[in-house]
């Protein structure tokens, strides 16, 4: 949500940024609403002063004995358009609130601009694409010839875009869990578990609605709502609170399901992990002071790099253009995975900053060491998504005899375990 002063002191940057996200909404409608919001609330005060000021001569009047009864009528008409105009006034904030929660975050001037992914920036790689000499199977086949995958069985239970883990390929799900977690905690990030079902105004809070309203699952009441990234607690957690300044910076880190119905994304991607509606990650978040809110969004991006390099699996870094960032996000680093089996770079963490954003949008706050209260920035980024970086495990990690090796790092969640076969 954007403060109105900036929408009114800076439309043409508005306008240009919402343009450069492929987001549709009107800032002229907005304006227009502002004004006349802001002309009723000038009509108020004035009729306001000149009831004050009657009513004081009307005081005045019935204690010399003069006659009131016309000043009282007058008054009476003044008090029932003061009435009126408060209405209206309320109406007219319910429209203009809904026209401001379209209105996109515009991008941080850093950012690419570009209509689509072929403008993102590779920002680095890392590691070396392995040539094996014999032909990986992609995932969903290695999975089930190892008996740790039964997709089917998933299908069965669910219906399409689900898959289910068994043997040591739920035990690897778990150790990656606790292999991050550990990663992360140890460099500061305190550990949360949060609920998995949140209101809307949680929803909102971090942009998820009413924008991807579509893509989310809701409770048959439509009041409460599972959550797609455990970015939502975390981030909420703070929402119409005042954070003393002391507390800044809040690191968290927590690991839950995500449920999203890929709305958008019919016919991709159908086989194996890699497009499902729920599948678990680890996400990080941050609430900090906004002069220093960049250079933990790249502290961010290496907190997600050094899961990648622990478990030695080549990426790379993209920043994304501005027709790829999300509806709430200023800036975005995706970090992309490269799987052997479907030879190709699998987006496995996406790391934003959503500067006072959401912040506003939740009514978030902190007190600053001037005593001044102020929107502190909010940043979050995935640590990464396992529905991705299991397969690309699996492909990497594969050999010639068809089996699988187990990445060091793991071996100690996965009870001393070196291979799958």
């Known amino acids: 949500m954007h403060d109105l002063k900036f929408i009114r002191e800076n439309p043409e940057r508005v306008k240009a940024g919402a343009a450069n996200k492929n987001e549709k909404c009107d800032i002229d409608k907005v304006l227009s609403l502002d004004e006349e919001r802001r002309e009723i609330i ?50 007219l904030e319910v429209r203009l609130n809904t026209a401001l929660t379209w209105v996109p975050n515009i991008p941080h001037e850093s950012v690419p601009v570009g209509a689509d992914e072929t403008a993102n920036v590779v920002v680095r790689e890392w590691g ?56 992360h905690t140890a460099d500061g990030f305190t550990e949360v578990c949060a609920p998995h079902i949140v209101t809307s105004e949680t929803m909102f809070g971090t942009g ?27 981030t909420n957690m ?36 890699i497009r499902v509606h729920q599948f678990d990650k680890v996400e990080m978040v941050t609430i900090v002071h906004p002069d220093n809110s960049y250079d933990v969004l ?40 490269w799987a052997a089996g479907v030879a190709k770079y699998l987006e496995i963490s996406s790391v934003a900053n959503f500067e006072d954003f959401q912040a506003r949008r939740m ?25 991705r970086l299991i397969p690309a495990i699996l492909e990497n990690y594969q050999t010639a005899e068809g089996s699988v090796v187990i990445p060091e790092v793991l071996r100690q969640y996965m009870r001393g375990a070196e291979l799958i076969r």
């Not at 000038?42 to 009513?55: G, H, I, P």
Request: aromatic share 6%; glycine share 8%; proline share 5%.
């Open 238 to 273: 703070f929402k119409q609170q005042i954070i003393s300044y002391g507390q800044l910076p809040i690191r968290m880190v927590a690991h839950s399901p995500c449920y999203r119905r890929e709305a958008g994304a019919a016919g991709k991607d159908t086989r194996g992990m």
């Open 42 to 91: 000038r009509q108020v005060e004035r009729l306001k002063a000149e009831r004050n000021k009657v009513s004081a001569e009307i005081a005045k009047m019935k204690k010399a004995g003069r006659p009131v009864d016309d000043a009282v009528m007058a008054m009476r008409k003044v008090g029932q358009q003061i009435s009126e105009l408060d209405t209206k006034l309320r109406e």
């Open 128 to 183: 070396e694409i392995p040539e094996p000499d014999f032909k990986v199977l992609p995932h969903w086949e290695i999975g089930e010839k190892l008996d740790i995958m039964d997709l089917a069985a998933a299908s069965r239970i669910s219906g399409s875009g689900f898959y289910l883990l068994k043997g040591l390929g739920a035990t690897m799900q778990r150790a990656l869990i606790n292999y991050m977690i550990d990663l």
């Open 363 to 387: 009514n978030c706050r902190f007190r600053d060491a001037d005593g001044k209260v102020k929107h502190p920035h909010t940043l979050n980024g995935s640590g990464v998504a396992l529905a």
């Open 298 to 337: 790249e502290s961010l991006v290496w907190q997600a790099e050094k899961v990648l390099q622990g478990l030695q699996l080549p990426y790379r870094v993209c920043e994304l253009s501005t027709g790829e960032l999300s509806f709430a996000s200023a800036k975005c680093y995706d970090l992309e995975l």
């Open 208 to 234: 998820q609605l009413p924008k991807l309203a579509d893509d989310m699952y809701k409770t048959e009441e439509g009041t409460m709502y599972l959550i797609p990234t455990a970015e939502v607690p975390l």
